[in-house]
């Protein structure tokens, strides 16, 4: 079995995959203690982490699973277009979960048909992950969680990470070199925009940018953090960015296929008069997060943006969106005027 394990591993690793660890399933039982915890301390997120409670309980969906593998790539070695920095966040700009075109998928498939062939029944979900991945990632030594509450390994937080339940009992763990955060350093809660990370591991994912201005924030123009938001359309790096943990993490040499062209199409301004069409078609299949049937909140975010660091030159694209074939981007605009006193 050990052998196997190795093979695993190495196999991984060859495919371009950054770590590769195998746990026992046994070793998701802690982790609904730290679930306990985290609602303890914030109680309002309840319900939004009662869906993570079965991460901790795999086998009741998979009675035959035995183990999980556990791999890391790393997305900071790709090159970020100028006019996308701090308006869409970096994780998203590299998902490659769902792009035919990303290697990593590729890569990702060609790992599960590996595994497949050498006999092992696998699972896998590939767009919020079979299980809880941080955790997972963490009882395999690959990394440590800092208190931004991101993963990180050598490469910092600009990873992914990716698993499979397996059949069989295995089990590959590594001792992480990644030095723990300093009890003193608070940076990334200091400088959560809203407040959402109150305290360190803690956070309230109601109030998170990434959540805002994703799957939540349907209400914009009354949420009152909104003015928090800053110029972000979709997505949050700040706890990131700031940590000297991320320092010189980001290498930037590489370049994520079509993004370069796709960021020619992207700016608030360029949002505001975007056909609905494209934003269905193209935005939508690279941002996933949006669903197609929400793609209005691109334009609403976009005007939120544009109140949070007015120009001028905002002022015809903001009017001209009271005009929107939407009636949650006219509402959205209407409150620009309003609250901008822009004479129309």
């Known amino acids: 079995m050990n052998r196997l394990a190795s093979e695993i591993k190495s196999t991984a690793l060859n495919m371009g995959y950054e770590k590769c660890g195998i746990i026992k399933i046994s070793a998701m039982s ?7 915890e985290r609602v303890k301390r914030m109680p309002e997120t309840k319900q939004f982490y009662e869906k993570f409670y079965r991460f901790a309980h795999l086998q009741d969906a998979y009675p035959w699973a035995k183990s999980i593998v556990i791999c890391i790539s790393e997305y900071g070695k790709y090159h970020v277009p100028e006019n996308l920095q701090g308006l869409i966040g970096k994780a998203y700009l590299f998902d490659s979960r769902r792009d035919e075109q990303s290697k990593e998928l590729q890569n990702s498939l060609k790992f599960e048909e590996y595994m497949q062939g050498m006999g092992l029944k696998t699972e896998a979900e590939r767009k919020f992950g079979v299980t809880a991945l941080r955790w997972a990632a963490t009882k395999a030594g690959l990394g440590v969680a800092r208190r931004n509450n991101f993963f990180y390994t050598e490469s910092g937080s600009w990873i ?18 990644v030095k723990a955060c300093s009890e003193h350093c608070n940076r990334c809660v200091k400088s959560c925009p809203t407040a959402s990370l109150a305290q360190p591991y803690t956070m309230n994912p109601a109030s998170c940018i990434s959540f805002l201005t994703t799957f939540g924030g349907r209400d ?10 800053g110029g972000w359309v979709y997505g949050c790096d700040v706890c990131q960015d700031v940590c000297p943990m991320n320092k010189n993490r980001w290498s930037g040499t590489e370049e994520f296929p079509a993004l370069e062209e796709l960021s020619e199409h992207i700016s608030l301004e360029k949002i505001l008069r975007m056909d609905y069409a494209f934003l269905e078609q193209v935005i939508q299949a690279k941002f996933w997060y949006i669903n197609k049937e929400d793609v209005w909140k691109w334009k609403v975010n976009a005007i939120n943006a544009m109140v949070n660091n007015y120009k001028e030159q905002y ?3 903001i009017v001209g969106a009271c005009n929107d074939s939407h009636a949650k981007v006219r509402e959205m605009a209407q409150w620009a005027i309003k609250k901008m006193n822009l004479l129309v």
Do not use: F, M, V
């Not at 992914?160 to 070199?177: G, N, Q, R, V, Y």
């Open 30 to 36: 802690g982790y609904e203690e730290k679930l306990n």
């Open 160 to 177: 992914h990470l990716e698993a499979w339940l397996i059949d069989k009992e295995l089990e590959l763990i590594e001792i992480p070199t």
């Open 220 to 229: 914009l123009s009354h949420e009152k953090c909104n003015g928090q938001i």
């Open 315 to 317: 002022k015809e694209y």
